[in-house]
């Protein structure tokens, strides 16, 4: 899996800090200077957002079910190409079994 090279991991201390040093391409007093009329005007005119409506009553928090371990024999040419794709190649596993036990269900 092909690693994505934009992307940059901070801790919230270096990113209050990058602010402070006046590192950051956000606008932080135009923001505070907005009402929340214009903040949902210009959430609105934005076209990443166009059409997307959450209803903040009806959400649920669904937490992950706990995994089983597992110790199991898999033919080594299988394996083997799961690993060759990158990090996470068990999670990928899990993913497909996931999606063949969906489909044995829908049947």
Request: charged share 25%; glycine share 0%.
């Given at each position: 899996m092909p690693k994505k090279g934009r992307i940059a991991r901070h801790t919230?201390?270096?990113l209050?800090?990058?602010q402070a040093r006046g590192e950051?391409?956000?606008d932080?007093?135009?923001?505070r200077a907005?009402?929340?009329a214009e903040i949902e005007q210009d959430?609105?005119?934005d076209p990443d957002e166009a059409g997307m409506v959450v209803d903040w009553e009806k959400v649920s928090i669904e937490l992950p079910k706990p995994e089983a371990d597992l110790h199991m024999r898999v033919d080594r040419d299988v394996l083997?190409?799961?690993k060759r794709h990158g990090k996470g190649y068990q999670t990928r596993i899990s993913a497909v079994l996931r999606s063949y036990v969906a489909r044995m269900r829908h049947r």
């Open positions: 919230a201390e270096e209050m800090a990058q950051t391409r956000s932080w007093a135009r923001a907005m009402t929340p959430i609105a005119s083997d190409w799961f």
